[in-house]
């Protein structure tokens, strides 16, 4: 099993103020190990949670965070388990991926539900997601803080030729992120590969797929292998969300100065910094390589028309398998985040949500800083 090195500094010795708790005095250090299985920088999910990393070193001195990318140490539902027996602290769990070892983790999937940027950042104050979170504390001893997204712009990513219509998908071996998104590119007409993305890039090139529904972060990585990426608009195709949470058995066993600072940090720094990371990661690598035609590599937007042939091929498959899936508290989840999801995305319209006012110069440096990726880190550890 390979290691992703750990990420560690010390920055202050001084006594610290908890900001979110008012309590004056340092806390004692935390260790903590963070498992996700994207891959590491220059990945912007990756490099929210370096970001969180220095701020959990930076706020509690001696701490040490040690961070997993790749499946390097669990998988989302390996990571689910050992949330749960206490041998891991915090997660990035994708709601698909989780779904092997929670079901319920289907209900907020599917094509075209949260189509506007403000629809999207809005997911966790569904009553959906709330009654998700509580069910993870109760079945799986896990408190979920909050959910991020890795891009608003999914797309199907191809070695050869666009994939724009159903019959472009017809025949292809697809990798998906779990088996919600093969409902919908089964009813496209693919074969469908679940898949960590890990595995993504080599599958690529050996021809063990022919392409692969992923993020433009996931793009980005992949390019070389599958340079025809398409998006349906905003979750057009399929919608990539993911929960954060953390073990209740190790969180337990903090002082409150520590889960105190903890908690400022995730809800009041990691959650906004990684949706602001993700979301400038979307308009640089969409004006980096976005193109108009058809027959060339780059990222291609569909227009209305073309968007809703897909959506109309879709016809409701999603949300008809995972009902196949759940029990009947599940089955009228599905049918309540499909009512919400059109409701956000009515109070919602595009260019109405303070995310699309980012002005995202003002984080290229964390790209900048990141861009030589993971290797940044390992120099840095042997030192």
Not at 125 to 136: E, G, S
Not at 155 to 177: C, H, N, T, Y
Request: some cysteine.
């Amino acid at each position: 099993m390979s290691r992703i090195p750990k990420l560690t500094a010390a920055i202050f010795g001084a006594a610290i103020i908890g900001a979110a708790a008012g309590v004056a005095g340092a806390a004692e250090p935390v260790k903590l190990r963070w498992a996700s299985d994207h891959n590491g920088p220059p990945h912007p999910a990756a490099i929210a949670e370096v970001h969180f990393a220095e701020q959990v070193e930076k706020r509690i001195p001696g701490s040490k965070v040690q961070i997993y990318w790749a499946k390097s140490l669990y998988t989302v539902p390996q990571g689910v388990k050992a949330l749960t027996q206490g041998n891991l602290e915090i997660i990035t769990g994708q709601f698909g991926k989780t779904s092997s070892v929670e079901p319920l983790a289907n209900v907020l999937l599917g094509a075209g539900k949260l189509s506007t940027v403000g629809a999207i950042d809005n997911v966790d104050k569904t009553k959906t997601f709330k009654a998700l979170a509580a069910h993870f504390d109760k079945a799986h001893d896990i408190t979920v803080m909050g959910a991020g997204h890795l891009s608003m712009y999914m797309g199907a990513g191809a070695v050869k030729g666009r994939l724009i219509e159903p019959k472009d998908f017809a025949g292809k071996k697809m990798r998906s992120m779990g088996p919600a998104e093969n409902a919908l590119l089964s009813a496209l007409g693919a074969n469908p590969q679940a898949m960590a993305f890990g595995d993504v890039p080599p599958a690529l090139q050996t021809g063990v797929i022919d392409g692969l529904l992923t993020s433009l972060g996931g793009f980005n990585a992949t390019k070389e292998q599958a340079p025809y990426f398409t998006v349906a608009g905003l979750n057009g195709i399929v919608g990539d969300y993911y929960w954060f949470g953390v073990s209740n058995r190790w969180w337990k066993k903090l002082s409150k100065e520590q889960r105190d600072i903890l908690s400022d940090i995730i809800k009041n720094d990691f959650m906004p910094f990684q949706r602001v990371i993700n979301y400038c990661n979307d308009k640089r690598t969409l004006a980096k390589f976005v193109t108009t035609d058809k027959k060339a590599p780059g990222i291609y937007v569909m227009n209305q028309a073309e968007s809703s042939v897909i959506k109309k091929a879709e016809n409701g498959a999603t949300d008809a398998w995972i009902k196949t899936k759940v029990n009947d508290t599940g089955d009228k989840l599905v049918d309540q985040f499909t009512a919400e999801a059109a409701a956000l995305v009515k109070a919602n319209p595009p260019g109405s949500h303070p995310l699309e006012k980012t002005d995202c110069t003002k984080y290229e440096h964390y790209f900048a800083k990141y861009g030589k990726g993971a290797d940044l880190y390992k120099a840095k550890n042997r030192k």
